[in-house]
């Protein structure tokens, strides 16, 4: 029997469109001898809905269309089997449309990748690829993410957080931010992606517009000292906390100072279609031997550190005087799944994706060992006038 899977993408995010077509991509790379695919799209009001045609990016030129003769869906468990049936349930005829054994989210960004669709699943049932409620959560958040990095002992650049209540008093923040950093400084709101509300400022003046940017895009921001000389190298890991490998390394190589909405996505997918991964870049980063395997192991390491499970993208920051590199952020379902960084080094995306969906369906084996309940009988006599003190 075939594994059936539910390949998740769109959602509430930003980085929408972006996602539908990293779905496309891995949707047409699975291995149609192993799975059923079915595509399940996520509107950007949350509303989930199937059909055959999601397969192909030509469905989506024109979205109202597609939904009309699309099938809205919901999910639930019967049976400890995850069923996807009809929403509006019909009265007559079957309503069931197929189970779920194991979810591919291909989502990106707030709502779908920060461990909120995660815990969606997690609450079905459902096994889902890629990393758990928390990882993703900490992944989403990049003042979370330095923290606990910092804790862990990896390198991160310094960071100072500032809430939508800090900024109620706009003056103080920017004053702040002076005492703390020298300019240039790197604003950017916590929990973003694709470089949205991100600005590198030499002035106070520029240090007021870019917090009234960022402030506009989320509740909290953090300021951040610009790394000099800067090159950036990303790294992907796939595994999870037991064993996990680096992928190759690549430098994004970006028109303006910081790699903009337009750079990764406008620039280069529309026109093909193929999202980060038609992204100028080297691959291999022209980097020394000894830097790579370093960044290659910070890589590792910081995804076992953070629990982390499938396949992640890790970019760090370089200073390329120094040779000094920091973590910059965590991207727990990367652009392309980041296929592209394995095949350089002879992992085929099929084969990625079938790592992916064994590690859901392993981690979901070894949850499904621990005990979530006990059987005691401690509301039997609840109804029986007891002042109920001890609860
Ligand atoms: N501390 C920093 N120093 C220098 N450049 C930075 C720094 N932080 C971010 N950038 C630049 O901004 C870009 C976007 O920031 P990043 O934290 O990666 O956000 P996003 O999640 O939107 O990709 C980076 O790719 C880099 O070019
Ligand atoms: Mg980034």
Known sequence: MKIRVGVFFGGKSVEHEVSVISAVQAM????????????????????????????????FEDVDLLLQKSQRVTFINYENKV???????????????????????????TNVEDGALQGYFK???????????????????????????????????????????NYKNPENVVNDI??????????????????????????KEELEVALEDAFSYASAIIAEPC??????????VLGDIEFAEASECEEPLNASDILNFHDKYEDGGKSSKAGMASLKRKIPANISDELREN?????????????????????????????EFYINEFNTIPGS???????????????????????????????????????????????LGSKGSKL
């Open 337 to 383: 799944l980041s296929f592209y960084l394995w095949d350089k080094i002879g992992m085929k995306y099929n084969a990625l994706l079938d790592r992916m969906i064994e590690l859901a369906l392993k981690r979901f084996r070894q949850e499904s060992e621990i005990t979530f309940s006990f059987d005691t009988n401690i509301l039997s006599n609840a109804g």
């Open 123 to 165: 609450s079905l049932g459902l096994p889902f690829a890629g990393c758990d409620v928390l990882s993703s959560a900490i992944g989403m958040d990049k003042y979370v993410s330095k923290v606990l990095l910092r804790n862990g002992g990896f390198p991160v650049v310094d960071g100072y957080r500032y809430s939508f209540v």
């Open 28 to 59: 047409k790379n699975l291995n149609e001898e192993k799975y059923d695919i079915i595509p399940i799209y996520i509107t950007k009001k949350g509303e989930f809905f199937t059909n055959a045609v999601m397969r192909e990016i030509k469905a």
């Open 83 to 109: 069923v996807m049936t009809k929403y509006p349930a019909k009265k007559l005829g079957k309503n069931d449309i197929s189970y779920i054994d194991v979810a591919l989210p291909v989502t990106h960004g």
């Open 295 to 323: 960044i290659r192991k910070t890589a590792v390491e910081s995804f076992k550190y953070l629990n982390c499970n499938g396949v992640a993208r890790i970019d760090f920051l370089l200073n390329n005087h120094t040779q």
């Open 227 to 236: 790394v000099a000389n800067l090159r950036e190298i990303n790294c992907s």
């Open 178 to 203: 002076e005492k703390k950093l020298e300019y240039p400084i790197i604003i950017k709101p916590v929990n973003l992606g694709s470089s949205i509300g991100i600005s590198k400022v030499n002035t």
